[in-house]
């Protein structure tokens, strides 16, 4: 989850909850509260209100029965009627029991009493009556249109009659009003209105005692009464209470929609600022997630830029006032990380693009920008230049030695070129990446003493004269630490796309180019053609095949005889190695042997020509054929592997002479002791050694006493050229004669004309080889032609 909806989630849980809490809670309880409340206030209201009215009652009663007891007091009415005025009597009279006529009176003027009390309303005066004192009647009006309540007590044959005003009920129940429509309700015994908020009622005294609340007043009852209003239209709830004795209601109801209101209200209240908390919790989330996220998020998205090899620069914001200094602080050093790492990589990478011996690129270089140009459908041409002779450099004068001449060989190239070493560009100009380098020719070192060209060009004479220019300058000179050392080149090219449609066949062409020029002599260049891919997968072909003959016996020897000069006579054979080609017939050595030496593999097939030819000549002589001698060719290879000498040994005895021909081209000269060993121990196996080829390669002296032949072999590439005094029969006659001085006898091979025979006998040549005289032959074809031989006396 995104840093930034997680910090908005979080606010918003954080300011919701509340809210929800809120809606979880009861709201009834609201309510509920405000009724507990009412009960009590309500209550204590009407119970005030209560005694306050009881007092008022003992009050009239008291003055009432004071007036009654002391009649003599009535005729100080002025003073009677301030103190009668301020309890709100409007009069009080004493009449007649039986006629009703007003005996006695105080009253004001304007509230007289009547001289005789009308018949109905006197017998109801008189109903009220009773035994324990003064009584109070309902509420009623009087002819003049005010209500008064009536008080009555019997004194002998009297009725004492007042008339109370309900002024002072009206004014204590508007005294106490609250709410809305709080307010007061005073009620008779009769359960009819005295103080009301409704003005009509009052003045109708209006009968309440259909109202559950009157009626319990009314039966004496204190309490808290949730009833419906007639007046309000509404439910109401009401504490209540009655006046002891006089049974009075007093009432202080509320309409239960006023206390609804009031907790609505509060719950408004709450919702206001709870809603206010979410909105400021969300605009501190954007706040926060602007101010603080933001840097977070740069940072990440930088990361994983970094991550993804991408060395950009963040786009973090400079350092804020606004911002924790901790987030400053980590932008800061973040930017300073991103600097340093770009440094560091721009570094790293231009050793990991460098050759460090000569400063070029190296082969992961070359492969970068070869595929930009291919990518790119930059056409070119790729020159692989592999050194001739740089190995014995190496080993003759050391590493140093080499490194510097690669040095040399790498500022060779380049100033051909006349372009730069990479060590010799600055980081930033690397930087522009492959699509402007691969412009420019390109000199890179692949390791070893391979160097590899990368020319965007395709102008056949254009690049055939660096090529030249190349394989030119490189075969100059270098000189190091005083030693002048002369290697050579040899040069494959290549062409993209023609000759490779992706980095590596292009290489691979490029490459079999070179393999070429090296096979072809080296110390020049090749370019490839299709021919060439031809010749090597012909070649590869063979070596298959060559690998398959050996297991399965396909490699066979041919023998060819050697004769003694001038009788003729028969002194041995040659093993000469042939292969049975399941299709291609009988091969001799030119149409195998290169691919057997370069497959390793010369060896084997002399191990195998041993044995082969040891063991048919073994059996030719158990049938009776004397075979006087075995040559058999001996590789450096086989000479040097560890097992020829063992072979020897398990030859056994032999009816025949067993002789080795060494190549002459063996560097016989500088022979060391391990070689000289091999050599003796082979002499002391009771075989010689005959010296191969002489006369072509390097001729000395010097190998010849080094290894002392038992026989000398002069190439045929001399004896063939053998005419009457020509060079070299000149030639040949004084090997001979070297020859002989060092008591070594001679075998001319390659005599493929009788007179060359002739003329070798004369030169006193001691045995002789070739065509005029016998060819190679087969094991069975050998048989029958040693039998036909004349046999030796
Ligand atoms: P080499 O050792 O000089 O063998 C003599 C070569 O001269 C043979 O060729 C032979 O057939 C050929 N030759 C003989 N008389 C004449 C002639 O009158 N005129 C001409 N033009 N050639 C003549 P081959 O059999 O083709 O062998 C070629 C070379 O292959 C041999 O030269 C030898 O160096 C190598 N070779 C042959 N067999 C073996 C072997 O078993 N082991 C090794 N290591 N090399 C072998
Ligand atoms: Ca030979
Ligand atoms: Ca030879």
Known sequence: MKLRYFLLTLFLFL???PLLLFQAWPHSEVLEGELDEVHERHLLLARNLAAALERYYRDLVTTFDLLLDTPETWSDAKTMLRVLDNLSFRHVCIADWETGRVTLTLASASAPCPKVIPQAEFERLKSLVTPEGVAFGPVVETPDGENVLHMVKRSGDSLAVGAVKTTY???LGEAISFGVRGHAAIVDNHGRALSHPLADWVATRKDMSMISAVQRMLARETGVEIFYSPALKGDMIAGFTYVHPVGWGVMIPQPIAELQQKADDARRSAVIVLVIGVASALALALLVSLRVVRPIEQITRASSRIAGGEMSLPEVQGSSRFLPIEFNELSKRFREMVLRLRENMSTINALAYQDLVTGLGNRTYLHQQLSGAISEGQRGTLLLIDLDGFKSVNDMYGHDVGDK??????????????????????NDEL????????????VTRLGGDEFAIWLPSEDHAQISGLAADIVERIREPIIV?????????????????EHGSDRSSLMKAADLAMYDAKKAGKDRFVAYSPALMTAILDERKLGGEIKAGLQSGQFIPHFQPQFRLPDRTVTGVEALVRWNHPERGLLAPPDFLET??????????DALMLDRSVAQLRELCENGVSVPALAVNLSEERLSSPEFLESLRTLGDLPFDLRFELVETMALDTVDEQLANILEEVRQAGCSLDLDDFGVANASVLGLMN???????????????IQEGNIFERMVGSIIGMGHSLGI????????RLEQVERLAALNCDFAQGYALAMPMGIEELGVFLKNQPQPD
């Open 745 to 752: 006898p001679l075998i001319a091979e390659g005599a493929d």
């Open 481 to 497: 630490y005083g030693t002048q050392t002369v290697i050579g080149a040899s040069v494959g090219l290549a062409q993209y796309p």
């Open 405 to 426: 001449v690669l040095e040399a060989v790498g500022e060779r190239l380049c100033t051909v070129l006349g372009v730069r070493k990479l060590a010799d560009y600055e």
């Open 169 to 171: 009920f009206r004014e």
């Open 15 to 17: 300011s919701v909850t």
């Open 431 to 442: 930087k522009q990446g492959p699509s402007t380098a691969f412009l420019h020719p390109l």
């Open 707 to 721: 290894i002392q032949p038992a026989h000398i072999k002069i190439d045929r590439n001399l004896i063939c050229g």
């Open 596 to 605: 057997v030496k370069e497959l390793n593999l010369l060896a084997d097939i």
